[in-house]
């Protein structure tokens, strides 16, 4: 065989060849699937000119499948999985619809000012008879939206009511009786105010005959979550307790009450808003698990869904039937506008209470997500608009469906508080050589702030030793013992060393965020029943003799700073949330912002308190980020300015 050295370092030509080709089959092997391996996301066909600003989903018993519009209209679509559904307008003319139930032949949807019974009396396929079941007082202000109805077991609904949003929309206001509530309403017309203290309910819905709900980030809400709504309870926004003295309320709370013993060091108005925004770095951190000791009323979140990471504006919450979408039955899938995803939440009872884990499921969606209905053929249809509220994607509106294509993914499964950890279980059986490498896990603690300004950064933050680790014999459960547990606190597990013992894929999502309400009792593991082997300190000696053998002057770091030294400032303080570094999201890209020609100074400034009146193409304001330090915008911002020379 002859051999050519005819390239001027010498590698021979068949040499080179038999090298990419061994690295291309590597990287086939090495490369573990994504989502979209698993899950497809199909777009559900509208007729031309039909707008689909979906605000409510509900499929029919027959498989139809109801929508309705934020413009009013209700469409029943036949055949919604197939190539070509076709859309039969039900009704129009109705007042911003933001869902749908169907019962015993009618269907029931929420207008911004009233529950309303539809029936097609003469079987034409449109509503001829309209029927007012109750309606509830209005202000005229533009954010007092209504969103609902959610069946009960016993027939009735249940609706849940936006605050108004004055000209300083980051403190929204109860402008007119039981907006910030849910309503539990009968058939009648009779009504009983449910539980208040919500500020933008929009993720309403029914499990297992329980109502939960999500909300929206902004003030006391540091970030979205899951929670139970129990009658009489408070779920942490107080405008709405300003109702709280009616005869109807089972909420015994008041404003004065809770500003009484609010140990926040705002300054507030009359009607509880901040009237002075601080940056509150040196403000004491206060959380609702401590406030929840001066306030027994006060619901805590079964499941934090972290701002920025699972979602900026969660909605709503589906449980995923059996036999469908795989090892997952069961488990709840939860929607969020904003960033255009599905994230995807293991919930148990501890101590008679909800906590639970949450992952990222599906990202990908072509606009916001505001609703979820499952299909009868087992796929999930999700209802999509952007108006008013920017997000992520190529279109401002429609329907798109979820596809299981029936293959397991590596996945965790779930996970399982213990009184000395956790405990994880697997889609697939791991390989046990980095199963029991204790260098496979990370856990680390954080919360978010209780206050009046508009969210929070995650505060508090703590590393929580892995201190052994025990694999069941089948490969299919891990059980962690974690140091510095703490009650009250989200927990980031990652297991990036983790592998599939198949393939040795590497996980899908490999970090989950569980809600430690509670810590069970129970038997704690001995040190002879777990594996203590742990093989990061080699790693990091390793690395660190590399490090030093290559750094020549550490000490003097260019005064722009590169993406790569403030991503980590931007994914703290929730920057990238809403913006991205080259392209438009809810907001406009950091990029876009640059070309304005800002001093540093400026971008400082408007970081602190924005100017929308600068971006009339977006329509979602920036809240002040008051809670960022100093020297972190000084950072970000130098960062953003240096983007229009490059």
């Given at each position: 065989m002859n051999i050519y050295f005819n390239y001027k370092n010498g590698i021979s030509c068949l040499l080179m060849m038999t090298f990419v080709l061994m690295s291309v089959i590597c990287l086939a092997q090495a490369e573990s699937p994504k989502e979209d391996d698993y899950f497809k996301i199909m777009k559900v066909a509208a007729p031309e000119g039909v707008i689909l600003e979906v605000g409510g989903l509900c499929t029919l018993p027959n498989g139809d499948l109801g929508v309705t519009t934020r413009r009013g209209d209700i469409f029943i679509v036949k055949n919604p999985s197939s190539l070509k559904p076709t859309f039969q307008k039900f009704a129009e003319g109705l007042h911003e619809v933001l869902g749908l139930a169907y019962k015993n032949g009618s269907l029931y949807c929420v207008q911004r000012g009233e529950l309303t019974k539809m029936t097609d009396t003469d079987k034409d396929g449109v509503a001829d008879d309209f029927e007012t079941i109750y309606a509830w007082p209005l202000s005229g202000n533009y954010h007092e939206y209504s969103f609902g109805p959610k069946l009960a077991a016993d027939g009735s609904f249940f609706v849940t009511l936006n605050l108004g949003f004055p000209p300083t929309w980051w403190n929204p206001e109860s402008m007119v009786p039981w907006r910030g509530w849910a309503l539990h309403i009968f058939e009648d017309g009779k009504v009983e105010p449910w539980a208040a203290g919500m500020r933008s309910p929009c993720g309403i819905s029914m499990i297992d005959d329980q109502l939960f709900y999500t909300d929206n980030q902004g003030d006391w809400v540091g970030s979205g979550s899951i929670m139970p709504v129990k009658k009489g309870a408070f779920m942490g926004h107080p405008a709405s307790l300003v109702w709280a003295g009616l005869p109807q309320s089972p909420v015994k709370l008041s404003t004065q009450q809770f500003f009484a013993k609010n140990q926040t060091k705002m300054i507030y108005d009359s009607k509880g808003n901040s009237v002075k925004p601080e940056n509150d770095v040196n403000e004491k951190v206060v959380t609702e698990f401590d406030m929840k000791k001066n306030f027994p009323a006060l619901q805590l979140p079964s499941v934090w869904l972290p701002h920025g990471i699972l979602g900026i504006s969660n909605s709503e919450i589906v449980k995923i039937p059996s036999g469908v979408f795989g090892p997952f039955a069961g488990q709840l899938l939860v929607?969020?506008?904003?960033?255009?995803?599905?994230?995807?939440?293991?919930?148990?009872?501890?101590?008679?209470?909800?906590?639970?884990?949450?992952?990222?499921?599906?990202?990908?969606?072509?606009?916001?997500?505001?609703?979820?209905?499952?299909?009868?053929?087992?796929?999930?249809?999700?209802?999509?608009?952007?108006?008013?509220?920017?997000?992520?994607?190529?279109?401002?509106?429609?329907?798109?469906?979820?596809?299981?294509?029936?293959?397991?993914?590596?996945?965790?499964?779930?996970?399982?508080?213990?009184?000395?950890?956790?405990?994880?279980?697997?889609?697939?059986?791991?390989?046990?050589?980095?199963?029991?490498?204790?260098?496979?896990?990370?856990?680390?603690?954080?919360?978010?702030?209780?206050?009046?300004?508009?969210?929070?950064?995650?505060?508090?933050?703590?590393?929580?030793?892995?201190?052994?680790?025990?694999?069941?014999?089948?490969?299919?459960?891990?059980?962690?013992?974690?140091?510095?547990?703490?009650?009250?606190?989200?927990?980031?597990?990652?297991?990036?060393?983790?592998?599939?013992?198949?393939?040795?894929?590497?996980?899908?999502?490999?970090?989950?965020?569980?809600?430690?309400?509670?810590?069970?009792e129970g038997k704690l593991l001995s040190l002879s029943e777990i594996s203590t082997r742990n093989s990061a300190p080699a790693r990091a000696q390793s690395a660190g003799q590399s490090k030093n053998s290559s750094l020549k002057n550490t000490s003097s770091l260019a005064k722009i700073p590169t993406y790569d030294q403030v991503k980590g400032l931007l994914a703290k303080n929730t920057c990238l949330a809403c913006h991205n570094p080259d392209k438009r999201q809810v907001g406009p890209s950091f990029k876009e912002i640059s070309g304005k020609k800002y001093t540093v100074d400026e971008l400082v400034s408007l970081i602190y308190t924005p100017k929308p009146e600068h971006w009339p193409d977006y329509s979602t304001p920036m809240p002040p980020m008051t809670n960022v330090p100093k020297d972190e915008v000084i950072k970000i911002a130098t960062w953003i300015k240096s983007l229009n020379k490059q």
């Open positions: 929607g969020d506008q904003g960033q255009s995803m599905i994230s995807r939440v293991f919930m148990e009872k501890v101590n008679g209470e909800y906590q639970g884990a949450a992952w990222p499921f599906r990202s990908g969606f072509q606009s916001g997500i505001v609703r979820l209905a499952w299909g009868t053929d087992g796929s999930l249809f999700a209802g999509e608009t952007n108006r008013g509220w920017g997000s992520a994607g190529e279109a401002t509106e429609g329907i798109q469906r979820l596809v299981w294509n029936n293959k397991i993914p590596f996945e965790m499964l779930s996970i399982q508080a213990m009184p000395d950890g956790f405990e994880i279980t697997f889609t697939k059986p791991v390989d046990k050589k980095y199963a029991l490498d204790l260098a496979s896990y990370s856990v680390e603690s954080f919360i978010y702030k209780y206050h009046s300004v508009y969210g929070s950064p995650p505060v508090n933050q703590q590393k929580c030793s892995v201190k052994g680790v025990r694999v069941s014999a089948d490969g299919l459960r891990a059980r962690i013992v974690v140091a510095n547990l703490r009650k009250g606190y989200i927990h980031n597990i990652t297991l990036n060393g983790i592998r599939s013992q198949e393939n040795y894929y590497s996980l899908v999502h490999p970090t989950a965020y569980y809600t430690l309400n509670n810590i069970p």
